[in-house]
């Protein structure tokens, strides 16, 4: 019978290379009988690039149309702050339409967060890149980032005033959200803990790296605990002389590197020449422009801020709010002031209930200075825009092609368990900081809490649909302070 030569074949080709298993192709036909002399073939090298117990994961084909759908509905409905962003990309791009490998995804927040501005803007950037290259990357952050920054923008040449006293309907649904945002980072957590934190050591970075996050969050805490978790399993396995471990080089989750190395380290250089140039003409010349002094303010913090939006606000509050302050330490905002404090907070509660980065909040202050100051709106917006988010944008792209080359290297290849680990340490952190702080600032804190509950069973065990998830969230927050919930 022509079936029983099938468990030879098998054992063979288990045995063999990639090119073998298509000889023996080539010489069966669909019954097994033998339809080409045999032939001797050499043996190949074992494949490294991919652990032989763990399946191949299959990775979906993406082009520009899909990186817009996907994008032009994240960019309205993508609420929470970068932590719930990070966890809504995790949710629907990777666990759900499987456009790259959870270990690819662990490694462009890692990379995000290594280096100053937004975390959240930079990955989504990184996406669009590596599936297909710059225009890519530009369709898919430009995407994320506009519907926030033009509704911030037209809310600061129409409503700043009317905003300085918001009303409360705006406060349930920020809680709302909020309640949403901290399902998603949980679920987020939770799945790529599983996953990247297996075994005692990276179970213990994962941890120790929640901790020191949550009791020292400073600026550079984050990238220090990232590189320290990649050094400790380096040492780790240098101490144990444990084999080389496998990584996916040739992983088919990633397309493209964006730019050239060359290009990438020109990037690099605008981007740190243009900050030097800054500050310098702003220092010398006696009456700089307004408009010079408006970029240079927006574009130092975003070439300085690690952490995130959280972290950027009262950089920015200091930058754009002048205040004198009596000996009693009483301080009003100055007559000439940019920005007065109750325009800063007012815009602050509404960017928080919209989606997007919070950096979209520079659109906001930029209008305001502008108009403030005599100049046409858009110049203040676009330069506060661009300002703040620029020198991220300039340092992903600046990166990403020798995260390409170095990811290879054996080092690297040592580091990225404790790299991976480190990482999902921080966004542990964010589900109990997200969750305290949501509780402090929502009127109903019991109701937020259960909100979150049911949000957490929507996106990670039913799997809902989770742009609708946060739409739900917002409008059963609008509907608690309706009803005077507790």
């Not at 669909?30 to 001797?40: F, K, L, R």
């Not at 709302?176 to 945002?181: C, D, I, L, M, R």
């Not at 075994?199 to 949550?214: D, E, K, M, R």
Request: net charge neutral; with cysteine.
């Amino acid at each position: 019978m022509g079936d029983e030569r099938r468990p030879s074949v098998s054992m063979e080709a288990g045995d063999l290379g990639v090119g073998d298993k298509e000889g023996l192709s080539r010489r069966f036909n669909g019954s097994g009988q033998d339809i080409e002399a045999p032939v001797s073939v050499p043996s190949q090298p074992e494949e490294k690039d991919a652990p032989e117990a763990e399946p191949v994961e299959e990775i979906v084909d993406v082009g520009y149309k899909d990186i817009a759908k996907q994008f032009s509905l994240l960019g309205w409905t993508a609420f929470g702050g970068p932590s719930a962003h990070i966890a809504l990309f995790e949710k629907r791009l990777v666990e759900k339409l499987h456009w790259m490998s959870l270990d690819i995804y662990a490694e462009l927040f890692a990379l995000g967060q290594c280096m100053p501005g937004p975390t959240s803007t930079q990955v989504s950037f990184a996406i669009g890149t590596i599936k297909k290259g710059v225009k890519g990357g530009l369709l898919s952050g430009v995407l994320f980032q506009y519907p926030g920054a033009i509704i911030m923008c037209c809310i600061g040449v129409f409503a700043a005033k009317q905003l300085e006293n918001p009303r409360a309907a705006l406060d349930g649904m920020v809680a709302g959200v909020s309640a949403v945002g901290v399902a998603l980072v949980a679920s987020a957590a939770k799945s790529m803990a599983s996953k990247l934190c297996r075994g005692p050591l990276l179970a213990s970075l994962c941890t120790i790296a929640t901790i020191v996050a949550y009791y020292w969050p400073k600026a550079y805490t984050f990238p220090c605990l990232i590189i320290a978790g990649g050094l400790v399993t380096l040492l780790w396995d240098v101490w144990k002389k444990q084999p080389l471990p496998d990584i996916k080089v040739r992983d088919q989750s990633v397309r493209s590197h964006g730019v050239s190395m060359p290009f990438g380290g020109l990037l690099l250089i605008i981007w740190i020449t243009v900050l030097v140039v800054s500050i310098v003409l702003v220092s010398v010349l006696n009456n700089a422009p307004e408009l010079l002094r408006l970029w240079e303010v927006f574009y130092r913090i975003g070439s300085i801020i690690f952490g995130g939006g959280q972290v950027v606000l009262p950089m920015l509050y200091e930058g754009v709010v002048q205040r004198t302050c009596d000996t009693n330490g009483v301080c009003v905002d100055r007559a000439n002031t940019w920005v007065t404090s109750k325009q800063f907070y007012a815009g602050l509660g509404i960017v928080q209930a919209l989606p997007g980065p919070l950096f979209n909040f520079s659109t906001y202050l930029g209008t305001i200075m502008a108009l403030n100051g005599g100049f046409v709106f858009i110049s203040g917006a676009a330069l506060a825009w661009f300002g703040l988010f620029l020198p991220g944008i300039l340092l992903i792209f600046g990166i990403m092609p020798f995260w390409g080359h170095f990811r290879r290297w054996s080092i690297y290849r040592r580091a990225l368990p404790g790299f991976n680990a480190a990482g999902v340490g921080l966004i542990v952190t964010s589900v109990f900081s997200l969750t305290f702080g949501a509780l402090e600032q929502t009127a109903f804190p019991k109701t937020s809490l259960c909100l979150g509950i049911l949000a957490f069973t929507a996106v990670d065990q039913l799997k809902w649909f989770e742009p609708l998830v946060v739409i739900l969230g917002g409008i059963l927050g609008i509907c608690a302070w309706a009803v005077s919930m507790d």
